[in-house]
Nanobody, 114 residues
Framework: VQLQASGGGLVQPGGSLRLSCAAS????????MGWCRQAPGKQRELVAT???????NYADSVKGRFTVFRDNAKNTVYLESSSLKAEDTAVYFC?????????WGKGTLVTVSS
């Protein structure tokens, strides 16, 4: 499984951003996908997940502001973020679980700043 994340950038506080994660390879075996993030000097934290059936789960810190969804035709998972805060600044990584193995995409930097 290969993952290609994109969509990071600079956004003002209160703004919105959409991240994309395109999967390729043995995608039929993917159980769930999701996003983690790592802020400078902090541990990586789970942000959101979505199963192959579309069940979603979110970290408390992003509930109501972030939405994870997927486009099966494009083999892509998205993370739609709104009401962004400075504390959302981090490198965001997408990941996929396939047969008990976790695959990671390269991170994409999101900076929330005025």
């Amino acid at each position: 499984v290969q993952l290609q994340a994109s969509g990071g950038g600079l956004v003002q506080p209160g703004g919105s951003l959409r991240l994309s994660c395109a999967a390729s390879g043995s995608i039929f075996s993917i159980n769930f996908m999701g996003w983690c993030r790592q802020a400078p000097g902090k541990q990586r934290e789970l942000v959101a997940t979505i199963t192959s059936r579309g069940t979603t789960n979110y970290a408390d810190s992003v509930k109501g502001r972030f939405t994870v969804f997927r486009d099966n035709a494009k083999n892509t998972v998205y993370l739609e973020s709104s009401s962004l805060k400075a504390e959302d600044t981090a490198v965001y990584f997408c990941f996929a679980d396939s047969l008990g193995i976790t695959y990671w995409g390269k991170g994409t930097l999101v900076t929330v700043s005025s």
